[in-house]
């Protein structure tokens, strides 16, 4: 249960910076993808949707499915962050920090999968 508390907490935050700070996310949209802030905007409610999800018996299993798909959907936005490099601040700033975003997404993934058994 703690672990699907912090997965719940780690979307939930991760879904309230696409509001709260918009254009960190926009600056690593790939340029081939369409309507950049709506997605954002997107993937940001999708995120909270899925966090909030996770805490109920009758959602964790579509929400952490959600979650799982939306990882994957997302890895284009990291792979093109890594490859232009964009000067963040902070850790993110560092390009080390950039590409090792992308193989941490498979155990995010792994972690939402979890979720996806009934019990």
Known sequence: MIGRVLLSLLFLVAGSLHFIAPQRYLAIMPPYLPAHLAMVYL????EILGGLGLFLP?????????LAALLIAV????IYMAMIYLPLPGVMGQSWA???RIPLQIPLIYWAWLYTRSR
Do not use: I, M, V, Y
């Open 43 to 46: 993937s940001g409610a999708a």
């Open 58 to 66: 009758t959602t964790r299993h579509a929400a952490a499915w959600g």
């Open 75 to 78: 890895l284009p936005a990291n």
């Open 98 to 100: 950039q590409w090792l």
